[in-house]
């Protein structure tokens, strides 16, 4: 069985650097408001996949990749896939989108980021995320249970 990392607390975790801690999932406002006041923080989960390769060359090129970009908080990974979580700022949710497209391909070489394809991507704004993570009463309906369940 392959072995899959963690970087949020559970699994192997690979080294954080400073500026981000597993526990902390979200840019302090301070920060925030020292960047620029005016822009907005989104919450990008994008996801990588492709051939297989070394476990622990994926795991070094993470870490690379971790010390390069900013807000990164969150990052799992298995020989041929690689999941990253982290916060960017833009004015709106396509430009945060369009960023995130390009940011495996900007660090590819300079971190030594295996030649894979995004395979899936989520932007959320920062309220969104943490209604999420708050499950603020919400409720959705299953789709092969027609009661409703919390969502």
């Known amino acids: 069985?392959?072995?899959?990392?963690?970087?949020?607390?559970?699994?192997?975790?690979?080294?954080?650097?400073?500026?981000?801690?597993?526990?902390?999932?979200?840019?302090?406002?301070?920060?925030?408001?020292?960047?620029?006041?005016?822009?907005?923080?989104?919450?990008?989960?994008?996801?990588?996949?492709?051939?297989?390769?070394?476990?622990?060359?994926?795991?070094?090129?993470?870490?690379?990749?971790s010390e390069q970009h900013a807000f990164l908080h969150s990052l799992r990974y298995s020989p041929e896939r690689a999941e990253v979580s982290y916060w960017e700022e833009a004015d709106e949710m396509l430009d945060a989108a369009a960023m995130a497209l390009r940011v495996w391909i900007e660090h590819r070489e300079s971190a030594g980021l295996p030649r894979w394809e995004v395979v899936g991507l989520e932007v959320l704004e920062r309220d969104t995320f943490n209604r999420r993570a708050e499950d603020h009463g919400m409720t959705g309906i299953g789709l092969r249970n027609p009661e409703p369940v919390p969502f």
């Open 1 to 65: 069985m392959a072995e899959t990392g963690y970087r949020d607390g559970t699994g192997t975790e690979p080294a954080s650097p400073d500026r981000t801690s597993p526990d902390r999932t979200e840019p302090d406002r301070t920060e925030v408001e020292q960047v620029n006041g005016e822009r907005r923080f989104w919450h990008v989960t994008v996801t990588f996949a492709g051939d297989a390769h070394g476990t622990d060359t994926v795991k070094r090129a993470l870490v690379r990749f």
